[in-house]
């Protein structure tokens, strides 16, 4: 156990003793929790605790996940050890947890990456998972960079329509620029990237990530394999560039038309606004991971304090 400016991960928000709870599922002769069932423990028990734990600070869309602390089967089984620790982790590559510093709370919780990072996938399911991997490994999605609202809107959280049009300019540019000179039209990928909601920014995230993937018909995702600034491959295979348009296409001139003599009811497509590469594509909001189990804890840890490294 250590204080929170130390290292560590695991923060404590909250000790659930479960031999206080109704029913025989946790009484002395019970069988140990399945990994399903300590998944649900998650979402039931700690989910709330968490969000009571950080009240206004608590951030729907943060980087660090819900997660929870057992003593394991055999601590259950021997000494009918039913505690539980309910906090916060901080995912890292290769299934391991991330070492971080000081009190949630009084961090920046955005949902940023360095360029470069690569984003898993579900491969059950093809919805990207919000965990760093190798990029030689199946993966979603590609960070390019990240964009900084308060550099723009230092005081009060931007309208949508302002958010959009300022981190959609600043993710190209930023996109253009890691992968260079490979232009984005030719990895046949999408610009991808959020905004920042109202819960999230009161808790103090300002910050969005810039990514490219490619969103498939039937809302999942395409699995990446390799950097797209290398041999990538989608779903298996290397990307089709698009032909060049020629200059002379690019230079035409506009077209008189005439108006129409009554008003159209037709309203022409928008392209979405966070998903500029390719207009033909859904809109897919990259979701969050689910709260996972963290890994068991020792059968001698207190109270609600951080758990070192």
Known sequence: IVN????HKFEV??????RTFPGSEYGPDAAPPSPARIQQMTQEQCEPAVHNYLGPKFDPNSKFMVSLLWAGDRAWRQSGDRRMLCGLQLPGPNNQQEIFKGKVADLDQS???PAGTCLG???ATNQ??????DCAAPHAMEVTGRVNLAEKFPDTLPAEPDQDGFIKDSCTKMTDAYLAPTKLRTTTLTLIYPT????????GSRSVACSIGATL??????????SAKGQLLINGQPPVAPPDIPEERLAMPPIPVQAPSQPTSTVPDAIPPNNQHLPQQPVVTPPRAPASPAPQQGPGTQGPQDVPP
């Open 4 to 7: 929170c400016t130390e290292d």
């Open 13 to 18: 928000a909250e000790s659930v003793d479960m």
């Open 111 to 113: 949902k940023v990456w």
């Open 121 to 123: 996938i579900d491969s």
């Open 128 to 133: 990207p998972i919000d965990v760093p991997v």
């Open 196 to 203: 920042v909601s109202l819960q999230s920014w009161a808790a």
């Open 217 to 226: 018909g039937n809302g999942g995702w395409a699995t990446l394999v390799n």
